[in-house]
């Protein structure tokens, strides 16, 4: 069953990122972690057709031309000096895409995700799909009591617009 949560709570979920959760949505029987074991890829891979529909660019394959790159700094002449990996990114490059499965929680991936797009450039809105449950863990649950704790504490100001949390 898919679940979401848009962070901060204080405001409402964008007509764009509707579209993400649709997309989720319209393939949930396909990649229902309570039924399905699947690998990231794996998710990826059956909601890619319905997120391409929408105008995001999605990673085919972990090879190196395949990959979604997605820049953090620029030098000489403006060229890319870094760049992070974005599992999609829309077309404007406002809205960033990372599905994760068992290790979202288990190596703090997740924290990886959400630094990662706040460095990457233009980005306004990261969207963290998650399995509900791996193994015993609930993965949407941590997740989710983590972006509460940060902003509600006000203690972190994340240069993003809003997190959206999925969890499949």
């Known amino acids: 069953m898919i679940r979401y949560q848009f962070f901060p709570r204080s405001r409402g979920v964008t007509e764009e990122i509707q579209k993400v959760i649709d997309c989720f949505k319209a393939v949930d029987k396909k990649i229902d972690s309570s039924c399905h074991k699947l690998q990231s890829d794996s998710v990826l891979a059956k909601v890619r057709p319905l997120l391409e529909k ?15 790159n997605v820049p953090v700094l620029f030098g000489n002449d403006n060229k890319v000096d870094k760049f992070f990996n974005a599992d999609a990114l829309s077309n404007d490059g406002r809205i960033v895409i990372e ?10 991936q997740f924290l990886k995700d959400i630094f990662e797009a706040c460095m990457m450039f233009d980005v306004e809105y990261l969207v963290l799909a998650v399995r509900n449950e791996y193994r015993t863990h609930k993965d949407f649950d941590k997740i989710y009591q983590f972006l509460e704790t940060l902003y509600i504490s006000n203690r972190l100001h994340l240069p993003l617009k809003g997190v959206l949390l999925i969890g499949y």
């Open 54 to 68: 929408e105008g995001y660019c999605v990673e085919k394959s972990k090879r190196e031309k395949e990959k979604i």
């Open 99 to 108: 599905v994760e499965a068992g290790r979202a929680t288990e190596n703090n």
